[in-house]
């Protein structure tokens, strides 16, 4: 059993800075495809970022490319989200999320087997 926990939440002020830690347990990180995605109040989840099993590609939706980075510390439990230049519509619940099938990360939420129960990212001004 996969169990992912996300940290690193918080207020954040406008024009500020952020990572976000998914700790994986259970099974090694490098075994899936891993995701960010989030959900602001009222609105449907969106995909973030992902990355890929052997961390060969990322990517990242438009809306925080530039401002993102996905990566993995060296004892490959941990999956980071960094961003920055943060503005008032990154505010939402966000999540990292594990797929162990296709060949890569997907935008697509269906692909993804597991998932952490979310971490709240606030900015403000």
């Known amino acids: 059993q996969v169990h992912l926990v996300e940290s690193g939440g918080g207020l954040v002020q406008t024009g500020g800075s952020l990572r976000l830690a998914c700790t994986v347990s259970?099974?090694?990180?490098?075994?899936?495809?891993m995701g960010w995605f989030r959900q602001a109040p009222g609105q449907e989840r969106e995909f973030v970022g992902g990355?890929?099993?052997?961390?060969?590609?990322?990517g990242y939706a438009d809306s925080v490319k530039g401002r993102a980075t996905i990566s993995r510390d060296n004892a490959g439990n941990t999956v980071f989200l960094e961003m920055n230049n943060l503005k008032s519509e990154d505010t939402a619940i966000y999540y990292c999320?594990?797929?162990?099938?296709?060949?890569?990360?997907?935008?697509?939420?269906?692909?993804?087997?597991?998932w952490g129960q979310g971490t709240q990212v606030t900015v403000s001004s």
């Open positions: 999320a594990a797929s162990i099938i296709g060949s890569s990360w997907s935008r697509f939420s269906g692909q993804y087997t597991y």
């Open positions: 259970g099974r090694s990180p490098n075994l899936y495809h």
């Open positions: 990355r890929s099993r052997s961390g060969e590609s990322t």
